[in-house]
């Protein structure tokens, strides 16, 4: 069997997708500044109580990585344009929390709608684009980076389960996951954790109430060690400050 070649542009962006600010080391990535958004980093003086004076410069613990899909936005099966993008309660403060904590934070996207030709990359750099600015207005003000796979083909490496795009988090953009964790609301999340030996998280919002009813329950639970949170503001709250 000839070994597989994903399709020219199968390859997830790296952590600065076109039209968005390129860090020059890791933490320093900065959501973009668009055309008539006020000052930088997206914030805008009369709509955020946040100062990006205050922000921390150091990220010392260790790297939290989570999923758009149902840990960040609401799960909906495509997802074109921002106005499509629904934030869970919760989600924006706990990745300010997380970054005010002194983690790395890295956020990934499974986008297998462009395999299947209902989405492009220009669609969903778009939204990502967006969601940096809303980062922003919410006091985030800079993240590790993100990267979003094409397809959920078995065979693409950067398709959960496979470790692909953790892979190149690591290599390529400089990642640390020494003592790490991964928040996920899916099984493949789980289980990508897993095999990239990082600490697998399972958040109820999303898929997660189902993921956890059909796998984290009975007997033979092979994923017993794996710990549950409401969301991910409350995996976050229960990590020292």
Do not use: C
């Amino acid at each position: 069997m000839g070994r597989y070649k994903p399709k020219q542009g199968f390859q997830p962006p790296t952590q600065s997708p076109q039209g968005m600010s390129s860090p020059s080391t890791p933490g320093s990535y900065q959501p973009p500044q668009q055309q008539g958004m006020p000052q930088q980093y997206g914030q805008s003086p009369q709509s955020s109580q946040y100062n990006p004076q205050d922000w921390p410069t150091t990220f010392p613990k260790p790297t939290v990585g989570f999923d758009r899909d149902g840990v960040v936005i609401e799960w909906k099966n495509v997802i074109k344009r921002y106005d499509d993008v629904k934030y869970i309660p919760g989600s924006l403060e706990a990745i300010r929390q997380l970054r005010l904590k002194g983690h790395k934070a890295f956020m990934f996207a499974d986008q297998p709608n462009i395999a299947r030709g209902l989405l492009t990359d220009n669609d969903v750099q778009n939204i990502h684009s967006n969601m940096m600015n809303q980062f922003g207005q919410a006091g985030i003000f800079s993240i590790d980076g993100f990267l979003y796979n094409q397809s959920d083909m078995p065979q693409d490496m950067y398709a959960k389960p496979n470790i692909g795009m953790m892979n190149r988090s690591r290599n390529e953009i400089g990642i640390d996951w020494t003592d790490g964790y991964y928040v996920g609301d899916t099984i493949e999340d789980i289980r990508m954790a897993q095999k990239f030996k990082v600490k697998p998280i399972l958040v109820r919002t999303g898929k997660g109430a189902k993921t956890e009813k059909e796998y984290f329950k009975g007997m033979n639970n092979k994923y017993e060690g794996v710990k549950v949170f409401d969301n991910l503001l409350s995996f976050v709250d229960s990590l020292d400050g």
